[in-house]
């Protein structure tokens, strides 16, 4: 019994380093992106039209994320907060989901009175702009500025701080 309990603490630190690479690869793809113009155009889940050239002016939280995603969901009572006090000065917010079931999303979304638009596309880990953006981890959080352009691919971490500063801007 000690050596499969061994094996396994093993197996587990053997995975938990291969995400850390993962991670750490992903976010060294993706920093090429940063100081780029970012082009993000669907028809939203609730059939709004959202095209991220027409925020131009605002600052504009991309949000890659799943409703089936815990520290997701742990992160949308801050993400709500932040959005409630700086939309008014021109903060978005913009959800890629990541979910396969649709209405799994409209559920949460309503529960939870996220009244920003969603992509979905039901292919969870395979959507476009999962994809497109080589995004292998969730949550991921991006920021872009009033000029469209990509500032931030960590903006979990202080995001009320750097949506402040973009706004400023």
């Keep these: 019994m000690p050596r499969l309990l061994a094996f396994w ?5 053997i995975s938990m380093t291969a995400q850390v690479r993962g991670a750490s690869a992903e976010k060294a793809a993706r920093a090429g992106q940063v100081g780029k113009p970012l082009a993000i155009k669907f028809a939203a889940v609730d059939g709004r039209q959202v095209d991220l050239g027409y925020l131009r002016g605002k600052v504009v939280l991309i949000d890659f994320w ?3 995603c815990g520290p997701c969901v ?11 006090k700086l939309h008014p000065k021109g903060f978005e917010i913009i959800g890629i989901s990541f979910d396969q079931k649709k ?9 939870e009175k996220m009244t920003w638009p969603q992509y979905f596309d039901g292919k969870g880990w395979e959507n476009q702009f999962g994809v497109r953006f080589g995004i292998e981890s969730i949550p ?3 920021l872009v ?3 469209g352009v990509l500032r ?3 903006a979990r971490e202080d ?3 750097k949506v402040q500063k973009l706004l400023a801007e």
């Design 140 to 142: 991921t959080m991006w």
């Design 74 to 84: 742990h992160e949308v009572p801050h993400v709500k907060a932040v959005y409630d």
């Design 152 to 154: 931030h691919i960590d």
């Design 103 to 111: 209405i799994a999303l409209q559920s949460f979304v309503l529960k």
């Design 66 to 68: 799943a409703t089936w």
């Design 145 to 147: 500025d009033k000029k």
């Design 159 to 161: 995001l009320e701080a």
């Design 9 to 13: 603490m093993v197996a587990a630190v």
